[in-house]
Structure formats: C-alpha cells, structure tokens
C-alpha cells in the first residue's frame, strides 16, 4: 500500500508514513454492474445497486436508486398496467445510469493504473451537468 501512494498528490502520499501495520490494511475489490437487459420480470421490478451498481467515485450510488424510485413511481401512475411501467422506466434510466456507471469505472480504472490518467475533476463536473438534467 505504501508503495502504491508514491507518486499521489502530495496529501495522500503524506498518509503513505501513518500507514504502520500492513495486516491493518483493508483490500476489497471495487466492483460494478449495469443490467443491460430488462430491469423487471413479471410483476417484479428492480432498481439501484440491484440494475446499476457503480464504482465510489461520483458519490452516485443513492442518488440514482432515488432517481429510480421517482421515475418508476410517476410511470406506475401513468400507465394502464405494471409491465408497461416497467419498460418506460428502463427506458427513462438506462443511458443516464449507464453513463455513471461507465464514468465511475474510468475513475476507478485510472486510479488503479489499469488504463490512462484521466481529469477527474472534468469527468465530475461533466457528471454534474448530466445528472443536473431533469429525470
């Protein structure tokens, strides 16, 4: 882990000296989904981390589970039956669930050395005008 901080901005590598015992270190693999099929069965339907879990690096995990929940709810009250309610909601939510979770993976991709620096911050703020659009 201490070798893994060089090179960080100057704030996180300073963390790298308090880091004492390696067995008080915690790895978990960061981990993703997108459910590119459909997000219900029958009279089931599902939303959040169960269709669109996302990398830690856009803070946006609950704020699109409560996306979800409004847009199926305004769907159920529009439509004549649940299935119909279900697909439009999919509809409604999948590239901008898709676009977070694929921004939150590039972060992360980035951060672990897997693929190219990228502006993190440009990439926030990007994600800040997208989700700033009206569900």
């Known amino acids: ?22 067995e008080s270190v ?10 590119n099929g459909p997000w219900h069965k029958g009279r089931v339907v599902l939303l959040g981390d169960a269709v669109h879990c ?3 690096h856009l803070g946006q995990g609950a ?7 409004l847009v199926l709810a305004d769907e159920l009250s529009r439509a004549s039956e649940p299935q119909q309610a279900f697909e439009v909601y999919h509809r409604r939510r999948f590239e901008r669930c898709r676009y977070v979770v694929d921004t939150s993976v590039a972060i992360c991709n980035s951060q672990l ?23």
């Open 1 to 22: 882990m201490r070798e893994r901080l060089n090179g960080s901005p100057p704030a996180i590598s300073a963390l790298s000296s308090k880091i004492t015992a390696d």
């Open 26 to 35: 915690v790895y978990r693999p960061l981990e993703w989904l997108l459910l």
């Open 54 to 56: 996302t990398t830690p």
């Open 63 to 69: 704020g699109l589970a409560i996306e979800d929940s």
């Open 113 to 135: 050395g897997r693929r190219p620096p990228v502006d993190q911050a440009q990439l926030s703020r990007e994600m800040l005008e997208v989700t700033g659009q009206p569900i």
